[in-house]
Every structure is written in structure tokens, then in C-alpha cells.
């Protein structure tokens, strides 16, 4: 009786949910007896911007264990894909599954081989596993079943997903795993019998669950080819802590995003994993723009002296004695106590004037792309992003050391990368603050539009129209005369834009060095910022990048 009730509980009444595993018997014991290749896992795909899935895939051999015992043309597939017959029989020898064939085949040759329709010889795309630009952009995916089941209930209850379903956990397969999740694979399946030929004669067949409309495709801005360009920019000059990001002004699209060091796709929570470019940072004296803009809506004119051999409190000698300079010239040459100065008088007039120009400047709060859509509340394009620090609180404001640290990018100021690109890209269009896209439209599988993200402007008051061309003129006299002149006459296009060094506490030998800015000068294009986290003395790979990346544009 035990017995029988055993098997009843086995046969009839646990069949789709088996033990604490959960196991599918149905589908085990199915498996038990068909051979299958996943061609695809029925997850959608990211494309770039001209609609080219980010991940490429490439044309692969796949070869199935019956063919060891039957013949088949096998010379004339060796001599399409220039092997040896024995190389292909070495292959199969021992395989219990269906497996693909280690050399790399070209398109044409794909087209050969499936001409011959051979059974269990089989030419498909399949993902490369050695492209990983933009690795950290676009995020890491991986199973657990049970957050599959307590994300998507209703799924799990129709069998559209299972313990197999990979979810996206970082970057923008998290930020739109509810499009992107599969509800099917794609696989090349027979029945065998039990020496695992097929059964009764009957060929590999494909099964797959989606259509002309699924799974779906989301469209990035980001264009691969500029993000070659800047990932080798980095790799380069050998900045292995750090990155950039480029953002198109015209409407503050991501074009490029990429951090660094790089991560092992096997281990997405490990080191290196996280994305840098989206995460709160000490900026240093790129910073200073913020102050200067609030100067100059306050009104302080151009012409106002400063003495620049006084370190940041003016209670001793700086390591840099600049001497006596105006505004913009101490813009340009990163004086401290100029803007300690200012900062100082600015919050006596109005202790939330830092906070109110940082929200003209758009970077106030986070800068991505977020708003209701579909049924979600409030989703947001880039999840793991931070928000910015000014104060810890607002007893700083009324400590003059702590507005002086503030005023130069440091105590706990803390901006991410992407949001002082999207401050230069504010400024180079003239004041208009935008929200930050990385992705433009869900699309259908026919590319047909399912869902758009229009431009979104920021709800703030601009800055005044003449500050903004002060600003501008400021941030080129940094390239004319300052600490960015490295770059004067040395590029394609003129740039504008800020340098900035911060300190990351604690007995670090190194400290953070930035450029960030706009070119071309006179009719801006792209923004751009380029971040070192680990520069040691004398070494300026943050400038050599952002002049690398402009050269190749160029």
C-alpha cells in the first residue's frame, strides 16, 4: 500500500512539482529520452541604436551524437569548413549530447552546410562569448528560482517560466527584465531510442515558443562602434579603475558607457562587477562649475580678483602660488580658495543655493530617465544609479571648513560620472536640462514599436541665458589656459571643459583625477567624461583618454 501510494503521488498527483526541488517529472522524463541543442533561451535582445544586438553571435557548426552511427556526407561538410574528416569524427567521438563543433564558420559557409540538410548537421548563429563591450551597461542575467516566482506569480502559474528562467540582476537587463524575461526556448530536439539514435527514423525538429512579436527587442541609443572607441581608449592609456561617458547633447542619449576594471560574466556579484559610471564619486574641483555658475546668477562679475596663494581655509600658502587672479582665470587654473571664497558668501545669501544651481545644472537628483510607464509607477532606465550628495547635513552649511571642502568637490560631495557628463551636456545646449536616455524603444520582434521613451526635460527653472554663455567661455578658457591647455592645438576640434583631482580619504597613495567637458567648442556635439579612480603621481591617463576618445571621433 505504501508502495502504491508512492507511485500515485509520483505518477498523478506531483507530476509538475516533485519534493522540495520542485522538479518537473513530466519534463525529466522527457528529457530522459531526447537529445536537444537550446538555440536560444527565448530571452529578448538588446540592439544598439542602428538596431544591432549588442551581444553579437556568429555562425556556429552544431553536430549531434547519431551521427556516429549512421553515414553520413561527412567528406563534403570537411570540405566546405576546411577540416579533416578525422577532426570531425574526433569531435563526435564519445559525446552523449548535441555540441558545437570548435572552429568558427563564415556566413557563406553556413549557407552550404544547411543546402546539404543532413540530419544532425546543423549551421545556426550563436551568441560570441568573447564580445563584452559595454559589459557592465548592459548588466548580468542568472537563475533563481525563487525570485522568478515571487516576481512573476502569474507566469509561474501558467508554466511560462520555471526554475531554468534566467532573470537580470545589474544594469539594463535588471532595469527590463519584465520585457526582456523569456516565456520559451528556442532548441533543436529528436526523440532517441536507446542508443541514442533517433526514434523510428524521425528527424531533429526545432520547437519554439515565440512569434513574429516575441520576444521582445530593446533599443538602446548606444552606438557599438563609439563604444569600441572608448572602451580601447581605456584600455589603452590603461586606466584598469575608472571609465567614461559619452552622451549625445542634442538630447542627452547615452552614446558610450564604460567602466572598468571588467568583470568574469560567470561570477556577475563578484569584484569588478559593479558599474561605476552610475555610482556617487568625490568630483574635485569639476565641481568648482557648479559654484562658478551659482557666482555668476548672483552676479559677480568676471573682473573680481582673488589671491591664489592662499591654500582653501586662507590661513597658510597653497602647494600651487597662482597669485592674484580674476574669476574665470581662477576657473581655468583650479584655485581653491577662489571658490571656498564664493561659497562661503553664496550660502550666507542662501543656504540652498548650491542645491538650487545644481538642479539648473540637472544634476540635483538622479539624471536617468524615469517615469510611469505601462504598469510600473515609477521605472527608472538606470536602477543602480545613486543619488548625489552636497551635505551630509545641514549643520555644514554653518561650519566654514566644511563649505570650504564642499566648495572644491570634497567632504561628501558625491556625483556619479553620467551626471557630470549630463551637466556639460546642459551647459553646451544652452541651459536645457534633460533627463539622460540609454534606451529609446521596446520593439516587437518584426521591429514594430511596442513601447517608446520620449525626451524628457527636467522640470527646473534654467539658468539665465547669459550665465550659461559665461559658463561656456569659462569652461574653454580651462583648454586655452589652464589645467586643460595639454589639450590646446593638439586635437581634431576644439573642447571645453574641467579638470578635477579629489582625494579618497583615508592613507590612499593615489587619488581621483577627472576631465570633463564638451566638444566640438563652437557647435557641441558630445559630451564626455573620463575618470582614473587610481592615479598616482604624475600620471594623467584621465586627460589622455578624453583626448584619445576625441581623436578617434574625429
Known sequence: MLLIGRLIQIQLVDTDSFSNHEVNLVEASINQRTQSFILSDGRGTLVDRNGEPMRGSIPSLILFPFLNEREWPIHKVSEIINVTPDELRRALQGKKQPFKFGKTITKNEMVKINDLRIPGVYAVYQPESSDRLASHLIGSVRTNPDLVKSKYPEKWNEGLVDQHTRLGISGLQLAFDPFLISEGESKLLYHADRKGNPLLGLDVKMFTNSDSFYPLQVKTTV??????????????????????????????????????PTF?????????????????????????????????????????????????????????????????????????????????????KDQDVIEKTAEKLGISSTVGWNDKLYHYDHFEQFPDESDPVFFKSEKDKGIRKAIDQTAIG?????????????????????????QVRVVSDILYQNNTTFLSFQE???????????????????????????????????????????SGTA????????????????????????????????RREKEYKAYQAFAKIVDALY
Not at 507 to 529: C, M, T
Request: charged share 20%; with cysteine.
Open 503 to 534: 582625494e579618497p580619504g583615508g592613507n590612499a597613495d593615489y587619488d581621483y583625477q577627472w576631465f570633463v567637458g564638451y566638444f566640438p567648442y563652437n557647435e557641441p556635439r558630445y559630451a564626455l567624461a573620463v575618470v582614473d579612480f587610481e
Open 410 to 434: 570634497q567632504l561628501n560631495v558625491k556625483v556619479s560620472p553620467l551626471s557630470l557628463a549630463n551637466m556639460m551636456a546642459t551647459i553646451a545646449r544652452g541651459g536645457d536640462s534633460k
Open 264 to 348: 568574469d560574466e560567470n561570477n556577475p556579484l563578484g569584484d569588478g562587477a559593479t558599474n561605476k559610471m552610475v555610482k556617487g564619486y568625490f568630483p574635485g574641483s569639476v565641481f568648482k562649475t557648479v559654484i562658478l555658475a551659482a557666482a555668476y546668477e548672483a552676479g559677480i562679475p568676471n573682473n573680481r580678483t582673488f589671491d591664489c596663494n592662499q591654500n582653501v581655509y586662507r590661513d597658510g600658502p597653497e602647494k600651487r602660488e597662482l597669485g592674484v587672479l580674476d574669476l574665470k582665470q581662477s576657473f581655468a587654473a583650479s584655485c581653491n580658495a577662489t571658490f571656498a571664497i564664493l561659497a562661503e558668501e553664496l550660502i550666507k
Open 223 to 260: 552606438d557599438t562602434d563609439l563604444q569600441g572607441v572608448v572602451e580601447s581608449s581605456l584600455d589603452q592609456t590603461n586606466i584598469t579603475d575608472g571609465g567614461a561617458v559619452l552622451i549625445d547633447i542634442k538630447n542627452s542619449n547615452v552614446l558610450s558607457m564604460a567602466s572598468r
Open 456 to 498: 524628457k526635460k527636467n522640470n527646473s527653472k534654467p539658468l539665465p541665458s547669459d550665465v550659461v554663455d559665461e559658463l561656456q567661455g569659462a569652461l574653454r578658457e580651462v583648454v586655452a589656459s589652464g589645467t586643460g591647455k595639454s589639450f590646446l592645438g593638439n586635437l581634431p576640434v576644439e573642447v571645453a571643459g574641467k
